[in-house]
């Protein structure tokens, strides 16, 4: 079935001389939770604006459910949206504004009641049909709007930040319902966030965009830890990125110690090695040399609870961040320190710089 | 040097004197009206209500208030409408020389009526509409236009673009949005607009002077007809119930706000 | 969703045509087709030397670029002291002193003007006062003369006045001041070094669009004044109502206008378009 398949052909949006969205190409599986994840700017709002069609691209095509929806207007194309700051009419209460899309078409009155009924259960807001949204908390009002975007049991969801006003515990919560409801529904969800965090434990695949093109697209695991370029790397979570350059097989690292890295090395001599903080080991220093070793003093140590974050400074002035789990019986570090920092190869990237 | 609290005491003094000042004329003007006296004095030795009488008795009065009447809500029907849609394009169009536009839409304020209303009439005399009361009114949409503008501005900004983005995603045609949400939110805003472009028609005098001809006299065009003669008492009773309507449309207007700003359910 | 530029003009079309049809063009019309009806540019420039010399249209320029100063000025001395009340008072005195501006804003002018004719007349409220306080012996003369021009029409535009310092006088932040006087200054220097030059633009605004509205006055200055308080608008009036002379009213016109938009432009540099209407 490809009623909830969405794809983007080669789509372009500019203003002026400005390119927002160059080039964009990307197909969604029915049923996927598919996360547009960039910094402001990047051309996410825009792209999920010509997935609704408030906006029209330039050239490409936007196909839904396997029609060409290129030049629909909203009204035409079926989708379920919940948007930044919730959008619920205010001189309606939660149960019009949940019936909202039902009493557009014209539904029956019958069925309009039934759904709606249906629809404030799922989001656990039965019995605040007669309020109104100033009469309810943002998490509330979150739900309406959530409601509203499910209620005529669409194929096809979008998401512009829906969480972005709510406070972080609230937040967490939320993640958790929004997930389980697409889930159960079976609705491919098409989310716009720039908090990466959020992108990673709802998605089952993200696609980071920079400067209108996406930059990379994949699993949550894989962009995270095998990123293709040092944009993504950054952008998603901390990132050691040190000045390396490619010696034959190997890459020498700074003060020219060899080092290994994983797939994906680069062809050009020059780049940055990447390597998460947590997969950076982090001993005493004690003689002796290896590959993936790199030999610093600890210049700061942050105590995070669970984790203690170092800065460690190895040679050529660089410095690699490094942390370690506070398990039982874990050594503390102290600044000044010399200590021993390593890691495996396939956990290391050579990325452009 | 005088202490802060003289200082204080003195300004609320004055401000009440002001305040006095500005309230007392129209205030002195509605009591005069009830005067039992041969000429109007005050304060009047004995009431009656015998100029309203004779106002309401003299049936070119009368036609006056007729006039007035018509020529006032087909111009508010006439302005809010029209200004509902330039002020819709004003808050959410995006176009060339828009601050031009802006400015030009506003400019009938500033230019001196006398100026605007000889130019109509100059228009008017060669085309045979003077005295014809709908025209009367067109020409009045002139002026109340940009006060149309400026409180249907103010009240459509408030409303949420994402609410239309909503609307429109949820099913609506752009008149559907229209309908069900720009108007019912910008509501209280165009009822406003409504009863303020009324009363700059019902108030209006220099243009209805040139362009009322013997036909269509309005209160004001009967009220300066008869200055010019002599100041009797039988406008204090016009004065009067041109000063209740513009309070009562102020009533209004307030109420409405209080119901727009205020706690528990909208009007609906 | 912004609208597309072509819907946009759409919907501006029927307001646009509307001004066009009955403010833009009736007075390009006008104003051509009289001036043209002289023929050559000589004889133009010939009556527009008559016109505008001439001791009555000259004399009303002078009287008008007069009073119209000395209402400006009247209402702003009147209106700065109720104005900062207005901004600094909260619930009923707020309502309260609001009321007593916007009822007169919002009463038909030649409501108010016959206000003042009734209570400055010969046997009016002002001269009873006059005369039982003993401060003069006869009835003094309030009406048909310039001081009645001049009551009436401050009276007329004081709202307007008002209402400009008003919206200056409220954006200025209350803590700035709280600040000052938390610095040792006293409330006199506050107000001075502070208040009044965060409110000028006000001021500024205030005076200017006074003098733009009291400039093209007729119905006060008619009933009020007497034989020699003739002003510009006046002079207008009465040559289109009772001599049908075109040209020269088109004279005066144009110089009204010139003025008119000019200070406008000014104008629109210190305040929004339209800041003065609510």
Redesign the interface.
Same mark, same amino acid.
């Given at each position: 079935m490809s009623a909830g398949s969405v794809a983007l052909e080669g789509v372009t949006k500019r203003y002026g001389a400005e390119t927002v969205v160059a080039g964009v190409s990307l197909a969604i599986a029915p049923g996927e939770f598919f996360t547009l994840l960039g910094p402001s700017g990047s051309g996410k709002t825009t792209t999920l604006s010509m997935l609704a069609g408030f906006v029209m691209a330039d050239e490409g095509r936007v196909m839904l459910g396997g029609q060409d929806m290129t030049h629909v207007p909203p009204r035409g194309r079926g989708l379920g949206m919940v948007f930044q700051n919730y959008a619920i009419f205010p001189h309606l209460n939660v149960a019009e504004n949940v019936a909202f899309p039902l009493t557009v078409k014209r539904a029956p009155k019958a069925e309009i009641a039934a759904r709606v009924a249906e629809a404030l259960e799922m989001v656990k807001l039965t019995g605040f049909e007669q309020r109104y949204a100033r009469q309810l908390s943002g998490g509330q009002q979150q739900r309406v709007a959530l409601a509203r975007a499910i209620v005529a049991h669409p194929r096809i969801v979008l998401m512009d930040e829906p969480l972005g006003a709510l406070d972080k515990n609230l937040r967490y919560h939320m993640q958790v319902e929004i997930k389980e409801i697409s889930r159960r529904l079976g609705t491919t969800v098409i989310y716009v966030t720039h908090d990466q965090e959020e992108a990673l434990t709802m998605s089952d695949r993200i696609a980071i965009m920079e400067r209108g093109r996406i930059a990379q697209m994949g699993p949550p695991r894989e962009v995270y830890e095998k990123p293709d370029s040092s944009f993504v790397a950054a952008f998603l979570g901390e990132a050691n990125l040190l000045p390396a350059r490619r010696d034959g097989n190997a890459v020498a690292g700074p003060g020219g110690a060899r080092l290994e890295a994983g797939a994906g090395a680069l062809s050009a001599p020059e780049g940055l090695l990447f390597i998460r903080p947590e997969k950076v080991t982090i001993a005493p220093d004690a003689p002796g040399e290896g590959p993936n070793m790199l030999p610093g003093r600890v210049r700061h140590a942050s105590f995070l609870g669970n984790v203690v974050r170092y800065a460690v400074e190895v040679p050529e002035g660089a410095t690699v961040l490094c942390d370690a789990a506070n398990g039982a019986g874990a050594t503390l570090h102290a600044p000044g320190d010399p200590v021993r920092l390593s890691w495996r190869a396939e956990d290391s990237r050579l990325l452009a710089a | 040097m005088m202490g802060p609290v003289w200082r204080a005491t003195l300004l609320r003094a004055l401000v009440v004197l002001l305040c006095f000042g500005l309230l007392a004329p129209i205030i002195i003007v509605a009591i005069a009206s009830f005067s039992g006296d041969g000429y109007l004095k005050f304060p009047p030795e004995s009431l009656s209500t015998r100029w309203y009488e004779r106002f309401l008795g003299d049936p070119r009065w009368r036609q006056a208030i007729v006039n007035s009447l018509m020529i006032g809500a087909l111009t508010s029907v006439l302005s809010t409408f029209l200004g509902f849609l330039a002020a819709y394009a004003m808050v959410r169009g995006q176009f060339p020389f828009k601050r031009v536009i802006a400015a030009l839409l506003l400019t009938p304020v500033i230019v001196p009526h006398v100026i605007t209303a000889v130019a109509i009439y100059f228009l008017s005399a060669r085309m045979g509409l003077v005295g014809v009361r709908p025209w009367i009114a067109v020409a009045h949409t002139v002026v109340a236009m940009p006060v149309v503008l400026v409180i249907l501005q103010s009240a459509l900004r408030t409303v949420d673009p994402a609410l239309e983005r909503a609307a429109m995603v949820f099913g609506c045609t752009r008149w559907g949005v229209f309908r069900r949400v720009v108007l019912p939110l910008a509501l209280p805003g165009v009822v406003s607009a409504a009863l303020f472009s009324f009363l700059t028609s019902f108030d209006e005098l220099v243009i209805s002077i040139f362009l009322a001809g013997f036909r269509s006299e309005t209160l004001p065009v009967r009220i300066w007809n008869s200055l010019l003669l002599e100041v009797e008492p039988t406008i204090a009773a016009v004065s009067t119930l041109l000063i209740a309507v513009t309070t009562i449309a102020l009533a209004i207007d307030a109420l409405l706000r209080r119901l727009r700003g205020g706690a528990g359910m909208p009007a609906r | 969703?912004? #609208?597309k530029?072509r819907? =946009?003009?759409l #919907?501006?079309l %029927?307001?646009?045509l @509307? @001004?066009f049809a #009955? /403010?833009l063009? %009736? $007075?390009g019309? /006008?104003?051509s087709s009289?001036i043209m009806e002289l023929g050559s540019w000589e004889e133009v420039m010939a009556e527009a030397d008559a016109v505008l010399l001439s001791g009555a249209v000259g004399g009303a320029l002078l009287n008008t670029g007069w009073v119209g100063a000395v209402v400006t000025l009247l209402t702003l001395v $009147?209106g700065y %002291?109720?104005s &900062?009340?207005l901004s600094r008072a909260r619930g009923a005195a707020f309502t309260? *002193?609001l009321?007593?501006?916007?009822?007169?804003y /919002?009463?038909?002018?030649?409501? !108010?003007t &016959? =206000?003042?004719?009734? #209570?400055l007349?010969r046997?009016?409220?002002i001269n009873?006062i006059l005369l039982g306080l003993g401060l003069v012996s006869e009835p003094v003369n309030l009406l048909y003369n310039r001081t009645g021009v001049i009551i009436g029409m401050t &009276?007329v535009l004081?709202?307007y006045m008002v209402l400009t310092l008003y919206a200056a006088m409220k954006a200025v932040d209350p803590r700035l001041m709280q600040a000052a006087e938390g610095m040792g200054a006293s409330?006199a220097t506050v107000f001075r070094r502070v208040f009044m030059p965060l409110t000028l633009h006000g001021v500024v605004a205030g005076v200017l669009i006074t003098f $733009?509205l009291a400039?093209?006055? /007729? *119905?006060t200055p008619a @009933?009020m004044g007497g034989p020699g308080d003739v002003m510009i =608008?006046m002079l *207008?009036?009465r040559e289109?109502?009772l001599t049908q002379n075109?040209p020269a009213?088109a004279m005066m016109?144009v110089v009204?206008?010139a003025v008119?938009?000019t200070l &406008?432009a000014v104008y629109?540099r210190f305040a929004e %378009?339209?800041e003065a209407? !609510?």
């Open positions: - | - | 969703m912004p #609208l530029i819907a =946009a003009l #919907l501006l %029927p307001s646009l @509307l @001004l #009955l /403010f063009l %009736p $007075i019309w /006008f104003l009289s $009147i %002291p109720v &900062y009340a309260v *002193i009321l007593c501006i916007v009822l007169p /919002f009463t038909s002018t030649i409501v !108010r &016959y =206000a003042w004719m009734v #209570l007349g046997n009016g409220l009873q &009276y004081l709202p409330p $733009i400039i093209g006055f /007729f *119905i @009933l =608008a *207008i009036e289109v109502e075109w009213a016109t009204l206008l008119t938009l &406008y629109s %378009p339209g209407m !609510r």
